[in-house]
């Protein structure tokens, strides 16, 4: 009853809920998501979050539940962790290749309601997992008949200083903490990022950064918000890979931390190819050294 007598709108008339706020200005037709050469449009992106947000209230899952993601970046990860803002519950994504105690850590502490998990982990996984957690595999997804998607439920109203994720922290210095992030942080720094690179409709943005990443998660934010489009990038391991995705794709911008930039100027042909298309460049996670900004 209390988080019902919220408004449902913000200052600006958007919806406060950031799923229905990330969706807001999306075109149907247009390509939300390019997962190796795979377009997922706006459309088929809301069918998935309507499926998986049906299966998240079998499972139980309601406002101010928790719902673990352990996914690589994909239609996927996107669809889970929306869906879960939408039912006013909160993402706590986890990364896939972190040892599977931390997960049991991480499950305990938050209290999980449900695990949203790629079936290529379950094996890793599986051994952590207390008997009767609830798991929602990606195989739903790829089960689903296109032609009878269900349809978005309303989103759950929500007020603005609602827990909408925890981000984990890297744990460079100690063990990881969890971030909260409210449904008006997230607006808030997708309104600002937005305003200062000038992002439109006609952006392709490069999606190396992982999505469980705070940096990552942001790109996700910023051009869904503006109808964009988003080419995933699941690994960085082959930088002359990365360089070919962006060419083929067209992309026109690119988001890194410095050693993915130092990879590129070091074991890639980055310096001697051209990128006609790219046009916003962005980097955070720390310093670039002055020389390698003046290099790139």
Not at 85 to 99: E, H, K, M, Q, S
Not at 131 to 153: C, F, H, W, Y
Not at 178 to 195: D, F, G, K, P
Request: hydrophobic fraction near 40%; aromatic fraction near 6%.
């Amino acid at each position: 009853t209390v988080i019902a007598a919220f408004p449902a709108f913000g200052p600006k008339g958007e919806p406060v809920n950031v799923s229905e706020y990330l969706l807001q200005n999306a075109h149907d037709d247009k390509p939300a998501l390019i997962d190796n050469g795979r377009r997922c449009s706006y459309a088929e992106l809301k069918g998935s979050i309507a499926v998986l947000e049906a299966r998240l209230v079998e499972a139980g899952v309601k406002a101010s539940s928790s719902v673990c993601i352990v996914a690589s970046n994909s239609e996927f990860w996107v669809a889970a962790y929306l869906a879960t803002i939408r039912l006013g519950a909160v993402a706590v994504p986890f990364c896939p290749t972190d040892v599977p105690g931390d997960l049991e850590r991480l499950v305990n502490f938050v209290s999980v309601s449900a695990i949203c998990l790629q079936r290529q982990y379950l094996s890793r996984f599986a051994g952590v997992m207390a008997p009767g957690t609830k798991v929602i595999l990606d195989d739903i997804l790829g089960e689903r008949n296109p032609a009878s998607r269900l349809a978005l439920m309303v989103p759950q109203t929500v007020g603005d200083q609602q827990d909408a994720a925890l981000m984990p922290t890297s744990g460079t210095t100690s063990s990881p903490k969890l971030v909260r992030i409210t449904h008006r942080n997230i607006r808030a720094n997708t309104e600002s990022i937005i305003q200062s690179l000038g992002l439109t409709d006609n952006e392709r943005i490069l999606a190396a950064l992982p999505f469980y990443y705070c940096f990552g998660t942001s790109l996700l934010h910023t051009h869904l918000r503006v109808g964009a489009s988003l080419v995933l990038c699941s690994s960085f391991a082959y930088p002359e890979q990365v360089l070919d995705l962006i060419e083929a794709e067209q992309c026109t911008g690119f988001a890194g931390v410095p050693s993915m930039f130092q990879a590129l100027l070091r074991n890639s042909t980055l310096p001697k190819r051209r990128f006609p298309s790219l046009q916003k460049v962005q980097q955070a996670g720390g310093k670039l050294p002055t020389v390698q900004i003046e290099e790139l």
